[in-house]
């Protein structure tokens, strides 16, 4: 946890202990001022540039940037769930049909699935920043990485500003 007030370096922190750790796997993810109403705003992004998608990429460029992100062992129902967090080709992923809470509770284990798939291939740097921004889904995830990184080897580091309450 980093606390501090704006423009304090807490950012340039967290880029530097990005830039020590470049041999591991590094996943960042930013919450804006501007999308605190965005549902997993910050997963979706970080997804969508460790994917590589461009604007201009075809569904098809899309969906093998895609799979070539995601961890195979996570299963099917997951990679359904975060192909569709994505728009990810609908045709060659349908996404199970849940009541707006079990999707919601299923797509969090899916996006933790993904993290563990990964820290069991080597050490994962995981940044949450500026979490005081963050919206109540992206909440409820960082809640739940909280509670399971304790077994991983993994790094949870999260930025904010002092009237945030951490988790």
């Known amino acids: 946890?980093?606390?501090?007030?704006?423009?304090?370096?807490?950012?340039?922190?967290?880029?530097?202990?990005?830039?020590?750790?470049?041999?591991?796997?590094?996943?960042?993810?930013?919450?804006?001022?501007?999308?605190?109403?965005?549902?997993?705003?910050?997963?979706?992004?970080?997804?969508?540039?460790?994917?590589?998608?461009?604007?201009?990429?075809?569904p098809e460029q899309r969906c093998a940037k895609f799979e070539a992100l995601v961890q195979p062992s996570i299963g099917d129902e997951a990679i359904m769930l975060i192909a569709d967090l994505l728009s990810v080709s609908a045709d060659r992923y349908s996404s199970p049909n849940f009541n707006h809470q079990r999707r919601k509770d299923r797509l969090l284990e899916a996006v933790v699935a993904q993290l563990t798939a990964l820290a069991g291939e080597r050490p994962v740097l995981v940044g949450f920043e500026d979490a005081h921004w963050m919206d109540p889904t992206s909440r409820d995830l960082l809640d739940l990485l909280v509670?399971?990184?304790?077994?991983?080897?993994?790094?949870?580091?999260?930025?904010?500003?002092?009237?945030?309450s951490p988790p």
């Open 147 to 164: 509670d399971r990184a304790r077994n991983l080897p993994v790094l949870l580091l999260v930025t904010y500003r002092p009237d945030f």
């Open 1 to 58: 946890m980093l606390s501090g007030e704006p423009g304090i370096g807490k950012s340039r922190l967290v880029r530097a202990l990005q830039e020590r750790l470049a041999d591991d796997a590094v996943l960042s993810f930013y919450s804006s001022a501007n999308y605190q109403e965005s549902p997993l705003y910050p997963v979706i992004t970080h997804l969508e540039r460790a994917a590589g998608f461009r604007r201009d990429d075809s």
